[in-house]
């Protein structure tokens, strides 16, 4: 890895960060708060957030076996994802690299903050290489995206060949494990100690049953924290977040029982799925949502929209034609959806 200060954009470098009220009063006991001009009465939401959010961080430590100085949180996935380009990534100058098909927000966030995005792509059967991703970086590359499980493939990637690219490339890894719960493979937040260049994304949103309250996750080393903390926005969490997401963390098991019973659905959608005449290809998924090949993708996506069932077409998605993306959802709705695709007739 380049030393930190050759990747960050030299204003980042600089910046004195914007300090709260409650940054600057830290540590001792206190009951008067008339610092931050606040309303007094208490609603339960008058008073501002914890900026670093410590006792959320705290709950989410132990769950993730990742030390509180060595996590972000922020607004969704969606923040961990843009500040990254804000802090390495000069406009019309340097870009970014990932792979092709994979999570549409990190080419979005490239074109927000006018940074050049190039697409390696996967293979026919969805897998990566090294070596071409490598290949694809110049000295203005700052960052390489890596999604796995992979979103819309649904598949992870091969340990060794993302370690390859961590170990390889001189700036920073970016490693999305939104689906990893789904997952059997060893997840990369556990490395982060290891590589000084690995960020490691995961989310509520999904798992987590809680994409309503916004809350996503960035594990690395407490260099690249501190920079996300600098960077971010002073409260960009709320504090009916934080309490949603205590609240989650305090019941574990029920969300255990969830993911192993979508785990199981699955299966079952998968088995089904791939009995269907219209059904070309089942294809093989480590996370909550199938891809599958149909005969016409866009008539069947019609037919199930006037059906009331919603899946994501995409047909027009590069190595993705004809091809479906279907959560796996209740055993309700999985039923629902055979059934109507039993019915189609073209
Ligand atoms: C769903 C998803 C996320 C989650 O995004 P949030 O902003 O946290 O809801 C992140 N990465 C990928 C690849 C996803 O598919």
Known sequence: MKPLQELVRPNIWALTPYSCARDEFKGMKADVFIDANENPYNNTVNRYPDPLQEKLKQA????????????????????????????????????????????????????????????????????????????????????????????????????????????????????????????????????????????????????????????????????????????KYPYNVNVLTQQKALEILGNATLLQRNIIQILEEREALMKSLSLLPICNKVYPTDANFVLVQVTDADAIYQYLVHKGIIVRNRNRVHLCGNCLRITVGTKDENTKLLSALRQYTK
């Open 60 to 231: 989410i430590s132990p769950m993730k076996q990742v030390p509180v100085e060595n996590i972000f949180l922020g607004n969704g996935s969606d923040e961990a994802i843009d500040l990254p380009f804000r802090i390495f990534c000069r406009p019309g100058k340097d870009n970014v690299v990932a792979i092709d098909p994979t999570y549409g927000m990190y080419e979005v966030c490239a074109d927000i903050n006018d940074v050049e995005y190039r697409k390696v792509s996967l293979s026919e059967t969805y897998d990566l290489n090294p070596d071409e991703i490598l290949a694809a970086c110049n000295s203005n590359t700052k960052i390489i995206f890596i999604c796995s499980p992979n979103n819309p493939t649904g598949n992870a990637f091969q340990r060794e060949k993302i370690e390859k690219i961590i170990s390889s490339f001189q700036g920073i890894v970016i490693v999305d494990e939104a689906y990893s719960d789904f997952s059997d493979q060893r997840p990369f937040r556990f490395d982060i100690l290891k590589y000084p260049n690995l960020i490691v994304l995961a989310t509520f949103s999904k798992a987590w049953a809680a994409a309503g309250i916004r809350l996503g996750m960035a594990f690395a080393s407490t260099e690249l924290i501190g920079l996300f903390n600098r960077v």
